[in-house]
């Protein structure tokens, strides 16, 4: 496995446009999650899966987003009516379950990001 | 909410110097702590952990001890390289050992001069 991926690598778009992002977790990772990263800031969490169930949203998350994780596997962030403000670079992770004994740390492992940018 | 803070940058220094990075944390209860890196053209990657106080987490001749008392988690190399030049998140999460949502720092962005 090579790691997490993400499609595409870059999005250019225009106001008001719809845009759809996908990542690929390492296998049998059982989280997955989402954050945006603006320019010089740090990420931002956004929401993240245990399986194909979202189980956190963050206040970032206006009615615009959504994402999903139908089978647990890939999952996929939309954008609707895309503004400027969205410009940001979104990031995925994912991390194994978290099992045996309580005193492990899973590492989250993140992909190279999706760039968007919003004319 | 959980916050954190890093020391104001750019930082630039010359090689073979000391470097500091500050990183105060607020946050409730014991969260576990993170530093991460960001490479020019690659991904975020984790560079040490803490998971609880005292600790020190070290990886590639990077140090930063969880001090609870002070709230700080500051990453410090005795003798930096060209290679280190890259961006520096301090980052926080709560739960057990730290396996849940992290919190990021704004990041320091490290250039190393020959």
């Known amino acids: 496995d090579t790691g997490v991926s993400q499609d595409p690598r870059h999005k250019i778009t225009k106001r008001g446009q719809n845009v759809t992002f996908r990542c690929d977790p390492i296998s049998e990772h059982n989280r997955l999650y989402w954050y945006r990263q603006t320019l010089g800031q740090g990420p931002e969490f956004l929401t993240y899966?245990?399986?194909?169930?979202?189980?956190?949203k963050s206040r970032l998350l206006s009615d615009r987003f959504s994402a999903e994780r139908p089978k647990g596997s890939f999952s996929t962030l939309e954008i609707q009516r895309t503004e400027q403000g969205d410009s940001a670079m979104y990031l995925c992770?994912?991390?194994?379950?978290?099992?045996?004994?309580?005193?492990?740390?899973?590492?989250?492992?993140f992909g190279p990001g999706t760039r968007l940018t919003v004319l | 909410g959980d916050s954190v803070t890093q020391m104001e940058g750019p930082v630039t220094l010359s090689e073979e110097a000391f470097l500091t990075i500050n990183c105060t944390y607020t946050?409730?209860?014991?969260?576990?702590l993170f530093w991460y890196v960001q490479y020019p053209g690659e991904g975020l990657q984790l560079l040490l952990k803490?998971?609880?106080?005292?600790d020190k987490g070290s990886n590639k001749g990077f140090e930063a001890t969880y001090r609870k008392e002070t709230t700080s988690f500051h990453l410090e190399k005795g003798s930096v390289q060209v290679s280190d030049s890259a961006v520096y998140f301090c980052?926080?999460?709560?739960?057990?050992?730290?396996?849940?949502?992290?919190?990021f720092g704004t990041g320091t962005r490290l250039t190393i001069i020959p």
């Open positions: 992770a994912s991390r194994e379950r978290t099992s045996g004994p309580k005193n492990s740390y899973n590492e989250q492992f």
């Open positions: 946050a409730t209860g014991y969260p576990s």
């Open positions: 803490a998971t609880k106080a005292d």
């Open positions: 899966f245990q399986n194909e169930a979202q189980l956190e």
């Open positions: 980052a926080l999460s709560a739960g057990w050992f730290g396996n849940e949502k992290l919190t």
